[in-house]
């Protein structure tokens, strides 16, 4: 139900977006172009006057997908058996996005990077690197709302470069079994970052068994905070509400 007067007037309303049992193939070559390059430069525009679309979306749902990407930076499998994404406002004029809710089932992500911050030359200065890193946030560009993310029965496997399994926790190796994640009133921008989450449960590298996690986090410039931290275990449980002060990012990374 596309309106062929909204198109003329640069006003697309996509009141609902179906996909299912797909099968997606992302290719980065040598020189950095993908393999979808040609779509890009079909519908590019040479008329730098006209003015932008006005795209809205209310609801989008995503059923048995499959999708890999062979890049330079590493290589990605992603299969998703159903996602459901309800919006209430999508505006890019003003880079907004307010979503209402986002349901996953049995997300399955394979992620191997090629690169590490330990491939960098070992011969800089102390804290150099974490002297130059700005807060993460601060080339957003936009403003994200979502009043609920669930996420259920979903599988995460993360490797960053060449891994020798220890005894001990390494955050460039992890993988996560049957992870279950409920979030609530997430609100991001170039500013802050703020949500609930309300629960988390998982598996950790086939040795450590979360069974509940809840906290509320808020996160800018000077400030990261938790507030209301509940956490069980099968062997251990706890309370915390923790605030950290800083007066840049880069001395919160050291």
Not at 24 to 48: H, M, R, V, W
Not at 74 to 84: A, D
Not at 102 to 107: A, N, P, T
Request: glycine residues 4%; aromatic residues 8%; proline residues 2%.
């Amino acid at each position: 139900n596309i309106s062929l007067f909204g198109i003329l007037k640069n006003d697309i309303n996509l009141k609902e977006i179906d996909l299912k049992q797909s099968i997606i193939n992302i290719k980065q070559d040598k020189d950095s172009t993908y393999n979808y390059q040609f779509l890009l430069d079909a519908f590019a525009s040479e008329d730098t006057t006209s003015s932008s679309y006005v795209i809205k979306v209310g609801e989008v749902s995503l059923q048995d997908i499959q999708a890999s990407a062979k890049l330079l930076s590493g290589n990605y499998n992603l299969s998703l058996k159903s996602t459901f994404l309800q919006m209430k406002e999508m505006d890019l004029d003003k880079m907004l996005i307010d979503i209402n809710k986002v349901e996953i089932d049995q997300l399955k992500l394979h992620a191997i990077v090629f690169e590490s911050i330990e491939n960098l030359p070992t011969d800089l200065p102390k804290d150099t690197l974490a002297q130059n890193v700005e807060f993460p946030l601060k080339d957003l560009g936009m403003e994200v709302l979502c009043e609920s993310i669930l996420i259920t029965n979903s599988n995460i496997f993360y490797q960053n470069g060449n891994i020798v399994k220890g005894k001990y926790f390494d955050p460039n190796d992890i993988n996560l079994q049957n992870l279950n994640l409920a979030i609530n009133n997430l609100h991001v921008d170039e500013n802050k970052a703020q949500l609930e989450v309300e629960k988390v449960s998982v598996n950790l590298n086939n040795e450590f068994d979360l069974q509940e996690l809840k906290f509320i986090l808020t996160f800018d410039e000077k400030i990261a905070g938790i507030k209301g931290l509940e956490l069980l275990t099968a062997r251990s449980k706890g309370k915390a509400d923790v605030t950290i002060d800083y007066t840049s990012f880069a001395q919160l990374v050291n």
